[in-house]
């Protein structure tokens, strides 16, 4: 997927929300893993010189390891030959200048004659494909930062018939300086005529108050804009050290494997580790950095800096100390966030000082102890759903953001936790469960297998096959069915990997109705972290950080796979992506879907009475639901607007361009709307906890409105008063 924005600086929403949905949603977990994007679209930077730990042995050692442990230990390894090298050659350019804005054609004809080389150049441990690549790129950062700040420095002409192409994958290399020069110029011309199109736009709205600026005036304005925006991106380009940029180079190679192994650096082990376990050690406080100053975002409840009670959002952080207020402070005014993160983050009950500045312009020094810090939000958590023409039949709703789990302490657990929630919902007298895995990328393979037993007797959950071994087949052994009631599992285009072996399961029993848009994501493929220094002999090249590899797949109690396929839910219903490409398939070098053979199982905890009428039903309500009908039109749009990668530069064509996709945006604005007839409270266990803090409060409250105008989950809730009706389920019989 090229990843191209509206406007750096600025973003198209319906771009940025697909894109983040993406890029969100394959954060993946544990059995799943991540997908590269490219480098120039993003904070992060392969660009700068140097690096404390950067050493030519430590990098010869890493790459060395990384070559031998994907050819020991990998699902299905591949040779380090000639394709190899020509594949990894053109994963590495993609990732470093995928929008074709760096590099000219006479740059990458210097780094051609490596494409065959790099196989040989794995082996041995060199870097000359690297190295050049790094020269090339740090020349062109210089050469194209003076261009923008030279384009910028005088007025624009808009009257000239130009388009800009967007799409990197749509566009050769530059054939020289010349026509590189050009993209920036068009670039810019796009950066600021999008601009001034916009304020144009506000000047003419009714409720506009100020004095109008004339088009001199804004282009003036918005083009002293966009070079302070270009100087912090360039400045986030140069800053990151050696061991980053040598992260990109490795994970060309590992992602030539299968998109989810790749390479961790110690500290991206630690936030993957903190991700999935949904705990840290630290003051409890959620941070953002505009590129010079670090603000606060939000005070975890119950965390270090809420019970100290000084720090609140929009705080900026000027400085930081280890220990008391006498301790020496550093100053990390222009730091990356993840640097202020690791100065932040420490041991339980160790002290941090910080100065701070208040949003009065005041400064404070406080001193934090540090504590385990829980993120309740990434949590399993319940409400109770019902319908006001249906007061008497509550439903429960488990939403589960990710399969979470604390492998070192074991003190968090999804399984754990979902089970808890059931019982709870039991207490309410619930009378179906709706468990949404939307959005989920799936974690724990304990986790899923365990919580998949809940609502079955003993059976098999899913078939694993690791490279020349027998398939071993993952069971629930435990007899108890924690819910033995109706069960609708909610799946997107996002649902992915332990999500998928869930609804699969539960789809293959027929003990669930699995309920989303026309696909789930499709990874059918399981991974383990493994730690390089256990392959590494000499000491003084450690630490050199850890690699997730793909060491098994898993296939449906059916044999079926789900790597590639996805698991096609009964009933579909209309989504903003269904058009969208955004599966395991639009990733390079996926693993194969295969099948193999099926296993035994049964249950008796319930089955579903007429799924062909809860389908019949969904259809003939979504069809005549307005909400659902322009969702439908909006994918259409959606899906145009991504093919859709080139932009008129002349002033007047794009405004008329841009007013048009303004209006027909403007049709799907505010779309989701309260659902009268929707009722939603939340879980009498809950309220005591819930009610303890403002901020959990607040959350609460917008998390309970966010539900509200969800048409999906509403439609869902029918499709189970449905089931309720349809097979006669009576209060009390679960």
């Not at 319906?14 to 544990?30: G, Q, V």
């Not at 020094?365 to 006001?388: C, H, P, Q």
């Not at 071994?469 to 435990?478: Q, S």
């Amino acid at each position: 997927m090229q990843i191209f924005p509206r406007r750096l600086g600025s973003f198209d929403l319906d771009k940025f929300l697909y894109d983040m949905k993406i890029k969100s949603s394959l954060a993946l977990f544990s059995i799943v893993g991540i997908v590269s994007i490219a480098v120039f679209f993003s904070d992060y930077n392969p660009f700068r010189n140097g690096g404390p730990e950067a050493s030519p042995e430590r990098d010869a050692a890493l790459l060395r390891t990384i070559s031998q442990v994907l050819t020991r230990g990998h699902f299905q390894p591949k040779e380090m030959d000639d394709a190899f090298s020509k594949s990894v050659y053109a994963l590495y350019l993609k990732d470093i200048d995928g929008g074709k804005r760096f590099l000219t054609q006479s740059d990458v004809d210097q780094l051609n004659p490596y494409e065959l080389q790099l196989d040989d150049q794995a082996k041995a441990g060199t870097f000359e494909y690297f190295d050049r690549s790094i020269i090339l790129l740090e020349t062109s950062l210089a050469k194209t930062q003076g261009w923008y700040r030279e384009i910028l420095a005088s007025p624009i002409d808009f009257s000239k018939n130009e388009e800009l192409q967007a799409d990197g994958e749509k566009l050769k290399w530059a054939k020289d300086d010349a026509e590189l020069r050009t993209r920036w110029e068009r670039w810019m011309k796009y950066e600021v005529l999008s601009r001034i199109t916009e304020e144009q736009d506000k000047q003419e709205k009714p409720e506009f108050k100020g004095d109008k600026k004339d088009f001199d005036t804004l282009e003036k304005e918005q083009r002293a804009k966009v070079l302070d925006t270009y100087d912090k991106w360039f400045k986030r380009l140069l800053k990151l050290d050696h061991n980053r940029r040598l992260e990109i180079y490795l994970n060309a190679i590992t992602n030539y494997f299968d998109p989810h192994t790749g390479y961790y650096s110690p500290r991206e082990k630690e936030n993957f580790d903190i991700q999935m376990s949904g705990k840290l050690e630290g003051i409890g406080a959620r941070l953002q950095s505009d590129g010079e100053k670090t603000s606060v975002t939000e005070i975890v409840p119950g965390g270090p800096a809420w019970k100290q009670g000084v720090l609140q959002a929009k705080d900026v952080i000027l400085k930081v100390a280890q220990g008391e207020t006498d301790a020496e402070s550093v100053d990390i005014m222009g730091w990356e966030i993840d640097d202020v993160v690791s100065k932040i983050r420490g041991a339980k009950d160790t002290k941090v000082t910080l100065t701070i500045q208040k949003t009065d312009g005041t400064e404070k020094i406080i001193t934090i102890i540090r504590d385990v810090v829980i993120m309740e939000e990434g949590f399993a958590k319940s409400l109770i759903l019902n319908e006001s023409s249906a007061d008497q039949d509550r439903i429960g709703y488990i939403y589960l953001p990710k399969f979470y789990a604390d492998f070192e302490s074991g003190r968090t657990s999804c399984a754990q936790d979902v089970a808890a929630e059931v019982e709870k919902l039991k207490k309410e007298s619930v009378k179906g469960i709706i468990l949404d895995l939307r959005n989920n990328g799936g974690g724990s393979l304990r986790d899923v297998v365990t919580m998949s037993g809940l609502f079955i007797e003993e059976g098999p959950i899913v078939q694993v096959k690791s490279r020349g071994r027998a398939t071993e087949i993952l069971r629930d052994n435990d007899s108890r069915v924690q819910w033995d009631g109706p069960l609708i599992v909610m799946v997107n285009g996002f649902s992915a990997s332990a999500s998928e072996i869930l609804a699969a399961a539960m789809q293959d029993y027929s003990r669930a109705v699995i309920v989303g848009s026309t696909s789930t994501y499709g990874k059918g493929t399981v991974q383990r972290f493994f730690d390089l220094d256990n392959a590494a002999s000499d000491d003084r090249v450690k630490p050199l950080g850890e690699m997730k590899m793909t060491i098994q797949k898993f296939y449906r109690i059916t044999g079926k796979t789900t790597q590639l396929d996805g698991v096609i839910p009964d009933i579909v219903l209309p989504d903003f992506y269904n058009l969208l490409e955004n599966g395991e398939r639009d990733n390079d070098y996926p693993l194969a879907s295969t099948t193999i053979e099926a296993v035994p199982f049964k249950q008796s905890a319930y089955r579903i009475a007429d799924a062909n009428q809860l389908k019949t039903n969904s259809q003939a309500r979504v069809k005549a639901d307005p909400t659902f009908q322009k969702v439908s039109e909006n994918a259409l749009r959606l899906k145009k607007r991504k093919d859709d990668s080139s932009f008129p530069l002349q002033g007047e064509k794009y405004r008329v361009w841009n007013k048009k996709q303004d209006q027909e945006a403007e049709q799907f604005d505010n779309i989701f709307k309260p659902i009268e007839s929707f009722k939603i409270g939340n879980v009498a266990t809950d309220l005591p906890q819930i009610q303890s803090d403002t901020a959990r409060i607040a959350r609460n409250e917008s998390w309970i409105k966010e539900r509200q105008k969800d048409v999906q989950l509403y439609e869902t809730l029918r499709i189970m008063l449905d089931m309720l009706r349809i097979d006669g389920v009576a209060a009390g019989k679960h």
